[in-house]
């Protein structure tokens, strides 16, 4: 079983719908969730942090954490083209510092 | 905004050179790291880096590589002898609290001919 999993892709949206991004992650022990953007070509972006279960709001993105069923999502309201990215979903044990990727699921959105 | 800065972009070299990735990560940050990503897969975690020590490391991060802060602002991943599976691109990151998510450089892609 991978570490970090991610609802596998590509998935495709119009603009202005809502994308949903999944992701699984296998240690209990992790406590600290991250969302990525990766432009082709480009270094991961970081644009969502939680930490706690329930919902998180930042703008268009919602991240939702569940511990119990070891599951994080993402959701872009209103998705624009300049979203159109792979995003990655990475997952930190403890304080150890390091973040373990999943292999990230790249999103279309078509004009 | 602060910036991690790697230098270079890109580096060619023959394999079994010896090569240097330079990182100058945010001035406040406490904590450095190196990643790789191989072209089409996922970012691997490499090394981690605190208090002028490695804090943790990866089964990939093996006796060819090494890592140095060899003064208050540089951070550099030394590869001693290339091989071709070390074509990838190479990312550091900092942080300033151990629970928070990272700031990427801009990468240096590495090509081992």
Same mark, same amino acid.
């Given at each position: 079983? =991978? #570490?970090?999993?991610?609802?596998?892709?590509?998935?495709?949206?119009? #603009?202005?719908?809502?994308?949903?991004?999944?992701?699984?992650?296998?240690?209990?022990?992790?406590?600290?969730?991250?969302?990525?953007?990766?432009?082709?070509?480009?270094? !991961?972006?970081?644009?969502?942090?939680?930490?706690?279960?329930?919902? =998180? #709001?930042?703008?268009?993105?919602?991240?939702?954490?569940? =511990?119990?069923?070891?599951?994080?999502?993402?959701?872009?309201?209103?998705?624009?083209?300049?979203?159109?990215?792979?995003?990655?979903?990475?997952?930190?044990?403890?304080?150890?510092?390091?973040?373990?990727?999943?292999?990230?699921?790249?999103?279309?959105? =078509? !004009? | 905004?602060?910036?991690?800065?790697?230098?270079?972009? &890109?580096?060619?070299? $023959? %394999?079994? $050179?010896?090569?240097?990735?330079?990182?100058?990560?945010?001035?406040? &940050?406490? /904590?450095?790291?190196? /990643?790789?990503?191989?072209?089409? $897969?996922?970012?691997?975690?490499?090394?981690?880096? /605190?208090?002028?020590?490695?804090?943790?490391?990866?089964?990939?991060?093996?006796? $060819?590589?090494?890592?140095?802060?060899?003064?208050?602002?540089?951070?550099?991943?030394?590869?001693?002898?290339?091989?071709?599976?070390?074509?990838? %691109?190479?990312?550091?990151?900092?942080?300033?609290?151990?629970?928070?998510?990272?700031?990427?450089?801009?990468?240096?892609?590495?090509?081992?001919?």
């Amino acid at each position: 079983q =991978k #570490e970090v999993e991610q609802n596998s892709g590509p998935l495709s949206v119009p #603009e202005g719908a809502i994308a949903s991004l999944n992701c699984t992650y296998s240690d209990r022990g992790s406590q600290s969730f991250f969302w990525y953007r990766q432009y082709s070509g480009k270094s !991961p972006e970081l644009i969502m942090s939680i930490y706690s279960n329930g919902d =998180k #709001e930042d703008g268009r993105f919602t991240a939702q954490l569940n =511990k119990a069923s070891q599951y994080v999502s993402l959701l872009i309201r209103d998705s624009q083209p300049s979203d159109s990215a792979t995003y990655l979903c990475a997952v930190k044990i403890n304080d150890a510092g390091k973040s373990t990727f999943g292999d990230g699921t790249t999103l279309t959105v =078509k !004009p | 905004e602060p910036e991690v800065t790697q230098t270079p972009s &890109h580096q060619v070299t $023959q %394999m079994g $050179q010896e090569v240097i990735l330079r990182c100058v990560p945010i001035s406040n &940050h406490l /904590y450095f790291y190196w /990643y790789r990503q191989i072209l089409g $897969q996922k970012v691997e975690f490499l090394v981690s880096f /605190y208090n002028n020590e490695i804090s943790e490391k990866s089964e990939i991060f093996d006796d $060819q590589f090494s890592v140095e802060r060899p003064d208050g602002s540089n951070f550099t991943l030394k590869i001693r002898s290339t091989k071709l599976e070390d074509s990838a %691109m190479y990312f550091c990151a900092s942080i300033s609290q151990v629970n928070y998510g990272y700031t990427f450089g801009s990468g240096t892609r590495l090509t081992v001919v």
